[in-house]
């Protein structure tokens, strides 16, 4: 079956920090790739995306993610990170399934900053 | 309102109550979703409805009822549900699905019903 991997589920950084949160996909095909983040008490909403294109995606308040195909990754980046990134982060595909690209999520990371 | 909104926020019901969860979205979007998240566990997609038609069914036991009146509204019909189905139950939608890749499939989510069962 298709899945997404997040390899940290805790990550506590101080304020400064560089960030890195792993993703991992097992599908051979097209896929569309995402970041969401759910700030505490808050929606989830979407931190960046990958369709097409460069495969390094600029996203909102210093994120980045790049996309390796070779290997089936789409890896998060901040490098400097601040206490009001504390969120939960997920990682989400969209596999083409019966000609619908259907949606599946990571069981998300935990990040806490400590300013 | 703008958005994608859930009504009601909060719900407590016992094993054999039957009760509706409620999906509104103001985005002019043409597919919905409901997702259920659990503690430790990764959000789990329980249905994709596109241009009012179940698209897909992920194993969802048949005590969960989705019905899609219209693309703007969602709803999810619970009906003698376990203590395990005590969650939190997302709906998000997006611009389309249709098997075109790009921006259709960015999602945007509610705030989601906190259900706890009895």
């Known amino acids: 079956a298709q899945s997404v991997s997040q390899h940290n589920h805790h990550v506590i950084l101080s304020e400064a920090a560089s960030l890195e949160l792993g993703c991992n996909y097992s599908?051979?095909?097209?896929?569309?790739l995402f970041w969401y983040v759910q700030y505490p008490g808050q929606h989830l909403q979407l931190l960046l995306k990958y369709f097409s294109g460069d495969p390094l995606v600029k996203g909102i308040k210093g994120f980045e993610a790049e996309f390796i195909k070779s290997k089936f990754s789409f890896n998060l980046r901040k490098p400097s990170v601040q206490w009001s990134d504390t969120a939960e982060y997920f990682c989400?595909?969209?596999?083409?399934?019966?000609?619908?690209?259907?949606?599946?999520f990571g069981r998300g990371t935990s990040l806490i900053v400590h300013p | 309102e703008t958005g994608v909104t859930q009504t009601p926020r909060h719900l407590v019901m016992g094993m054999t109550n039957k009760k509706s969860l409620k999906c509104e979205q103001h985005?002019?979007?043409?597919?919905m979703y409901w997702y259920k998240q659990s503690a430790k566990k990764p959000l789990e997609l329980m249905f994709v409805y596109s241009l009012e038609e179940r698209v897909e069914n992920n194993s969802v036991p048949s005590r969960f009822s989705p019905e899609c009146p219209n693309s703007s509204h969602l709803f999810l019909h619970l009906h003698t549900l376990q203590p395990e189905d005590s969650a939190l139950y997302l709906c998000a939608s997006s611009l389309g699905l249709a098997g075109v890749a790009g921006d259709r499939d960015e999602q945007f989510f509610g705030p989601g019903t906190r259900l706890t069962v009895l």
């Open positions: 985005l002019g979007h043409n597919a």
């Open positions: 599908y051979g095909g097209t896929v569309n």
């Open positions: 989400a595909v969209t596999l083409l399934s019966g000609g619908s690209y259907i949606p599946t």
